[in-house]
Nanobody
Framework: QVQLVESGGGLVQAGDSLRLSCAAS????????MGWFRQAPGKEREFVAG????????DYSDSVKGIFTISRDNAKNTVYLQMTSLKPEDTAVYYC??????????????????WGQGTQVTVSS
């Protein structure tokens, strides 16, 4: 079965950095676009970052552009989200998602096929 397992979340202070990982199994990783979404308490899930299946493009939400970086290591079947300059408003459950050969619409939640269980990121002031 397909599994996406997020890790790397935790409790950090404002201004700190954190790297999230998502390990995929049960699929041909290089044929899937990968995305990161997050859901803060009392809010809807929102797009954070995505990378195409080809790795040729990345997309970011306006709030994290230039601050967070998404990358993938196909040899390890893993996608990463490097988060820097963390703020309390970044506190959320972060979810990893996979979309088969997804090129357009990386920010559209409905286009992704598989989802991980999420990892909690808490940023204190």
């Amino acid at each position: 079965q397909v599994q996406l397992v997020e890790s790397g979340g935790g409790l950090v202070q404002a201004g700190d950095s954190l790297r999230l990982s998502c390990a995929a199994s049960g699929l041909t990783f290089s044929t899937y676009a990968m995305g990161w979404f997050r859901q803060a308490p009392g809010k809807e899930r929102e797009f954070v970052a995505g990378i195409t299946w080809s790795g040729r493009r990345t997309d970011y939400s306006d709030s994290v552009k230039g601050i967070f970086t998404i990358s993938r290591d196909n040899a390890k079947n893993t996608v990463y989200l490097q988060m820097t300059s963390l703020k309390p408003e970044d506190t959320a459950v972060y979810y990893c998602a996979a979309g088969f050969r997804l090129t357009y619409g990386l920010g559209r939640e409905a286009l992704y096929d598989y989802w991980g269980q999420g990892t909690q990121v808490t940023v204190s002031s």
